[in-house]
């Protein structure tokens, strides 16, 4: 247990009290860090691709495209925010693009019915 938990700060002796506000402060920096997403541009330079590039596949390759774009983890007005933990996940997903083309689900299921 840090000296931030284990004691309030009007029970720290004098030379504890810039200890206990830094662990504080780190302690709240942390947790901003944990709350906070990627912007599209933030997102795009994580991945090495240009912001349009992420606003284009996110608005071509929707949720009935055969490969949809990962979906944003939060939409803050008309902005889409990325979990940090997703960067791979999107990275992933322009790899198999690469790849080869992927056809829409509508073009698989016309493919898919007799002449």
Not at 86 to 98: G, I, M
Request: charged share 35%; net charge positive; no cysteine.
């Amino acid at each position: 247990m840090s000296l931030y938990e284990s004691a309030r700060a009007d029970e720290l002796a004098p030379g504890d009290i810039n200890r206990y506000h830094d662990g504080l402060a780190e302690a709240i920096d942390q947790d901003r860090d944990r709350r906070r997403y990627l912007s599209s541009a933030e997102l795009a330079e994580a991945v090495g691709v240009s912001r349009s590039t992420i606003t284009a596949s996110l608005r071509r390759h929707g949720p009935l495209s055969a490969r949809p774009f990962p979906e944003p983890d939060v939409w803050i007005g008309t902005a889409p925010g990325w979990r940090r933990g997703r960067v791979a996940e999107v990275r992933a997903w322009f790899a198999e693009r690469r790849r080869g083309r992927a056809r829409s689900r509508v073009e698989e299921l016309q493919r898919a019915e007799p002449v």
